[in-house]
Nanobody
């Protein structure tokens, strides 16, 4: 099992940058694929980005490509989401998620979830 704790969410303005962190703990935490999802009020939780345990594969939602960067530090068991050029439509609760095996963009493929961190982008 793995436990996930997100941090870094806050209120920012359009165009600002923000970095989210997710600390993973538990047995073999560094072996998990780690992903970020987000959920805006009244909407389904959607995929944002994911990274393989070796960091050799990353994938992004089209809506964040070129603006967001996912990375991880296995020595610290932490995954990061660097978010640049933030827009009001990026406002959501951001969740960290983990799974074994292959990288995936599908929400239901991830069995472990954090509690989420709120990102609010004002216009």
């Amino acid at each position: 099992q793995v436990q996930l704790v997100e941090s870094g969410g806050r209120l920012v303005q359009t165009g600002d940058s923000l970095r989210l962190s997710c600390a993973a703990s538990g047995r073999s935490a560094s072996s998990y694929v780690l992903g970020w999802f987000r959920q805006a009020p009244g909407k389904e939780r959607e995929f944002v980005a994911a990274i393989s345990w070796r960091s050799d594969i990353t994938t992004y939602a089209d809506s964040v490509k070129g603006r967001f960067t996912i990375s991880r530090d296995n020595a610290k068991n932490t995954v990061y989401l660097q978010m640049n050029s933030l827009k009001p439509e990026d406002t959501a609760v951001y969740y960290c998620a983990a799974r074994l095996q292959r990288i995936s963009t599908v929400r239901h493929d991830y069995g472990y979830w954090g509690q989420g961190t709120q990102v609010t982008v004002s216009s």
